[in-house]
């Protein structure tokens, strides 16, 4: 019978990268789920006039720091003119940010990266992989987006009703979804922290 192995303890430096990872991933997702909005809108032909990322940082059409609310960001653009638009535009945000997780996690395994480089990028793509799933049950439970901040609305949700998806279907692709990510980022997460120092 084979010695089982003993799990290393959680070190200090553990925790701290993995919070460096979470700290990019909030950042990177926030763009990424904006810049997804913004994305559909002008492939609409709107105009966008506000486009900006946390509660300090307006990007467009300057740069500059201002305080507006507790919401991680927001686009501003003229209204979409049929429910398909709005639903492509309501699901891109959360949509975008999937695909990057899904892409991140899986091109993980072929990056020449260190393992703590490694782990805080797996953890930066947890985040984005989240965005999804937060936004969808959430909002739906009484909580905002990111529990105390972000939207109060299912808006990935919402932009599936209005491209024609059930309730039903979205949430069993989210379910399916769920599995994979995490499937994937278990796999990778194994690899990382046997290899970590001490």
Request: proline residues 7%; positive net charge.
């Amino acid at each position: 019978m084979a010695p089982k192995r003993k799990l290393k303890p959680i070190s200090f430096g553990f925790i701290k990268i993995a919070i460096i990872g979470f700290a990019i991933g909030c950042v990177i997702g926030a763009s990424l789920h904006e810049g997804g909005h913004a994305l559909v809108a002008m492939s609409y032909g709107r105009h966008i006039q506000e486009l900006r990322i946390g509660p300090f940082l307006k990007i467009y059409p300057k740069i500059e720091i201002v305080y507006v609310s507790n919401d991680f960001g927001e686009v501003l653009h003229d209204p979409p003119q049929t429910p398909p638009e709005e639903g492509l535009r309501e699901i891109a945000g959360s949509g975008l940010t999937a695909v990057v997780a899904i892409l991140g996690i899986t091109l993980l395994r072929w990056l020449p990266l260190s393992s703590r480089k490694r782990l805080a990028f797996c953890v930066a793509n947890l985040v984005l992989a989240w965005d999804i799933i937060s936004y969808s049950i959430f909002p739906r439970i009484g909580l905002r987006h990111w529990i105390i901040a972000g939207g109060t609305d299912a808006e990935p949700l919402r932009g599936a009703l209005l491209l024609g998806m059930t309730e039903c279907t979205y949430y069993i692709s989210l379910a399916a979804y769920i599995g994979i990510i995490h499937w994937l980022a278990l796999i990778q997460l194994k690899c990382t922290i046997k290899d970590l120092p001490p």
